[in-house]
């Protein structure tokens, strides 16, 4: 599949994602965009990975911890929730509070339904750091 097709076909997905784990719609536009021209270089060798979705995601996390580390990027204020999705608005502010990499795991557990071991593996962690951060993030909802 090209570059293009691929990107026309999983936009929406890879929007929806970015937006539940950044909390804010056009951040989540930001962080996809910055991920899609690091993906566009290298969508040679992505393409021929087993789950080059899962590639995107990882670069769309990325993206998003490494944009949150800089300074130049100012606190952004709880939104709405998207209306594709079925939370509720304290949900989606208490999620907004979480610590970015708490945010990400749980985004992944609850969204994508993956699990600890999954986890780890998408994003090159620790299991025991993703149970961790996972439990963390938990308890500060809880």
């Given at each position: 599949?090209?570059?293009?097709?691929?990107?026309?076909?999983?936009?929406?997905?890879?929007?929806?994602?970015?937006?539940?784990?950044?909390?804010?719609?056009?951040?989540?536009?930001?962080?996809?965009?910055?991920?899609?021209?690091?993906?566009?270089?290298?969508?040679?060798?992505?393409?021929?990975?087993?789950?080059?979705?899962?590639?995107?995601?990882r670069?769309?996390?990325?993206?998003?911890?490494?944009?949150?580390?800089?300074k130049?990027?100012?606190?952004?204020?709880?939104?709405?929730?998207?209306?594709?999705?079925?939370?509720?608005?304290?949900?989606?502010?208490?999620?907004?509070?979480?610590?970015?990499?708490?945010?990400?795991?749980?985004?992944?557990?609850?969204?994508?339904?993956?699990?600890?071991?999954?986890?780890?593996?998408?994003?090159?962690?620790?299991?025991?750091?993703?149970?961790?951060?996972?439990?963390?993030?938990?308890?500060?909802?809880?």
């Open positions: 599949m090209e570059f293009e097709e691929f990107v026309a076909a999983r936009m929406p997905a890879l929007l929806r994602f970015a937006t539940v784990v950044t909390g804010d719609p056009e951040y989540a536009t930001e962080v996809v965009l910055a991920a899609l021209v690091k993906a566009g270089r290298h969508w040679r060798g992505i393409r021929r990975m087993p789950g080059p979705e899962d590639q995107l995601k670069l769309i996390i990325a993206e998003y911890l490494s944009w949150r580390r800089r130049a990027v100012r606190a952004l204020p709880p939104t709405e929730p998207p209306a594709d999705e079925d939370l509720d608005a304290e949900l989606w502010t208490a999620l907004a509070g979480l610590a970015p990499r708490q945010r990400v795991v749980l985004a992944l557990r609850f969204f994508e339904l993956l699990g600890p071991d999954e986890i780890a593996e998408l994003l090159g962690w620790r299991e025991a750091e993703v149970r961790t951060l996972g439990a963390r993030g938990m308890a500060a909802l809880r």
